[in-house]
């Protein structure tokens, strides 16, 4: 899908200290084909608490290192604003990165490089209580039960924490920690965006399906005929260009909650799109954005 679906430890923007850089500088909002981030200012008070609180980090998780450097971004994508620390071995080899908010609150920790791992795999169920104890090593707590799957590519497995509000998931947030397939620690990625407030009044499922096929038949004519909806369901989402490029480039900054109208493709269609969505307004059924699985 084309749309970032907790996408998972980027690493764009490895930067060394940057001191005096204008911060008006990343006010500019993101503009596809551009750069993501830019450096803004770090006074020395910041820099000082943001490199103790990394280094705190990099004990508890046994990330390594020895020398760090320490940059503050602007991620015009993402609305956000967080300091970068890049660790580096003795030979000047970047092993480890960490992102932490303006206050100090870990978004990502991260052993870079590639680990067959040292011992016995583990199971499933032991790749769980080992994610659940690098969680509480970082000072961060979760509820209610944690996702494990393995991990597609680099090996070992993959323990989320969905974030649910309302009883609803909100769609790119929680917690994610990432083992070798021997349970030493990959990275753990954490994401808690702001939520705009919940409509006063919410429409029915089938009030939103309706739309969605109104949708459906206004932008396919024809071709209508080979979509069918094979799924409604609420979530929070950050509205985006999918379905009207006159939309920013980045997704909105503030999650709404939403219908989500799944469409499945038949016939040839199918060859260049498998599956859509229409994500509708859960109050008043506008629509905000969608993806497209090719």
Known sequence: MRTKLFMLFPLAG???AVIGVPASQGADPFVAGGPS???????RTSSDR????AFDLRRALGLGGTRQTIARLDDRFDHRVY???VSFDAHGREVALTRLDTNGALLLAIRLGWSSGSGRPI???AAAGKAAAIVGAAGLTVGGTSEVHPSQGAGGWVVRWPRIVDGVPVRGDGLRVTVWSD???HALAREERPLAGRPATVM????ARSIGLRIVAARFGAGA???????VEQAWVASNDTWDPARPDAPDGSLRLAWIVRLQSTGPLAERMRMLEFWLDAGDGALIGGDIAE
């Open 225 to 231: 005929d080979a979509l069918g909806v094979n799924a």
């Open 123 to 125: 199971s499933a169920d």
């Open 37 to 43: 981030s830019r450096m803004v200012a770090l006074d």
């Open 204 to 207: 029915t499922s089938e009030a």
């Open 183 to 185: 349970g030493s620690f």
């Open 50 to 53: 943001a490199l103790g609180r």
């Open 14 to 16: 490895l930067a060394v």
């Open 83 to 85: 300091d970068e620390v």
